[in-house]
């Protein structure tokens, strides 16, 4: 910042305007010597510039150091926080999935490979996918939404419990956990690496019609044998809540909580459910697998992948939600949108595009 002539700096001593007038009176030898000393400190500044690559002496005389220091090839903690009204929402990096791009259904392969390139996404060996859930402090409150993928999926995920202390949170803080769906990344972190609960004073809540296809031990019987473990890890991850009396689930038009509404979102699979939250008007949707790629699926909502139950009600949903988030300007949570997976939707000529959260710090005002 430029101060105007008349401020002064605090503490510091105005200046009278005659020692200004005095410096601009000096006699003219002095400045010639001046000027003579300032050419001879450039001279030898060019004389020393000229010598120092040729000796290897750097410039100053200083030691080189003997090595740089190592590379730190960590990232920092999976955690970014988003003032929602009075709500406080912390988004949560579980870890990363590498999906094929074989597995968008109802897309030829270039176009889809083209999509990709627009967004400068790699996809030899997969597209790296985000894996997050998200938990809200509501005041009242500690809600977790899905627990990502413990040690399910190998060790590139498994990071929620740690990056929810990382927050500043205890698991043993949360006190409800609201289910998107019984995928094993989203249900798998219900339980610790020794098989004990993770959030041990949680009630853990899903939509009933998830309930009765995940945890039926007929439909899994009936499954193509390649889905059955995802049955399997579903039943494990709740069972030690259901035999703690912790385990509930909820009709499409249920009322959960305060601030909270159930958004029915079938498709990827019978009970997919987003949840809305509502602050002071502000709302967040988070909706779970809505969106699995963002390069392609906001213009081509379309597009469906193999894992959805019901491709084509996944895509009825999909485009409803996305409707319905513009219309209403609501911001969004996304399991599978790039870390922090939080922003809004805008509708373009062709399709939707993804509008990611700028970083920033908590602020009342907005």
């Known amino acids: ?196 609960v993770a959030f041990p004073n949680a009630t853990v809540w899903a939509a009933q019609e998830d309930v009765d296809y995940w945890l039926s031990e007929a439909v899994a019987e009936a499954a193509p044998e390649g889905n059955r473990p995802f049955f399997t890890m579903a039943r494990q991850a709740v069972e030690p809540y259901q035999a703690a009396g912790r385990f509930r689930s909820f009709g499409r038009n249920d009322a959960l909580l305060p601030g909270v509404t159930v958004i029915p979102t079938p498709g990827h699979t019978p009970g997919h459910t987003s949840y809305l939250f509502d602050s002071g008007g502000q709302k967040l949707l988070v909706w779970g697998d809505v969106v699995h790629s963002h390069s392609v699926q906001f213009r081509h909502p379309e597009v469906a992948l193999e894992f959805d139950t019901d491709q084509d009600a996944a895509i009825t949903a999909r485009r409803a939600v996305f409707a319905r988030a513009v219309e209403e300007g609501w911001r969004i949570a996304g399991a599978h949108l790039p870390f922090p997976g939080l922003g809004r939707m805008r509708a373009e000529a062709e399709g939707f595009a993804w509008v990611p959260v700028e970083f920033g710090p908590i602020r009342d005002s907005r």
């Not at 510039?49 to 080189?64: C, E, R, T, Y």
């Not at 090595?67 to 009075?86: D, E, F, H, M, N």
């Not at 400068?120 to 597209?127: A, C, M, S």
């Open 1 to 196: 910042m430029v101060l105007p002539p008349s401020a002064t700096r605090h503490g510091s001593t105005p200046r009278p305007q005659h020692l200004f007038l005095a410096r601009a009176a000096a006699p003219a030898r002095s400045q010639r010597g001046t000027l003579a000393r300032a050419a001879a400190s450039i001279a030898l500044g060019v004389a020393l510039f000229a010598v120092a690559p040729l000796s290897g002496v750097p410039l100053g005389g200083a030691s080189a150091l003997a090595a740089p220091p190592a590379q730190i090839k960590t990232q920092v903690p999976g955690y970014y926080r988003l003032g929602l009204g009075s709500f406080e929402v912390t988004a949560l990096y579980d870890g990363f999935v590498d999906l094929h791009v074989g597995l968008l259904k109802g897309m030829g392969v270039e176009q889809i490979q083209s999509l990709l390139a627009r967004m400068f996404l790699e996809h030899t060996d997969g597209v790296q996918t985000a894996v997050n859930a998200y938990l809200v402090h509501t005041g009242e409150r500690l809600i977790l939404v899905d627990a990502g993928s413990a040690a399910c999926f190998g060790p590139t995920l498994g990071q929620v419990v740690a990056n929810i202390r990382a927050a500043g949170y205890a698991p043993e803080a949360v006190d409800t956990v609201l289910l998107t769906h019984l995928h094993p990344d989203h249900v798998c972190g219900l339980l610790s690496a020794d098989g004990s």
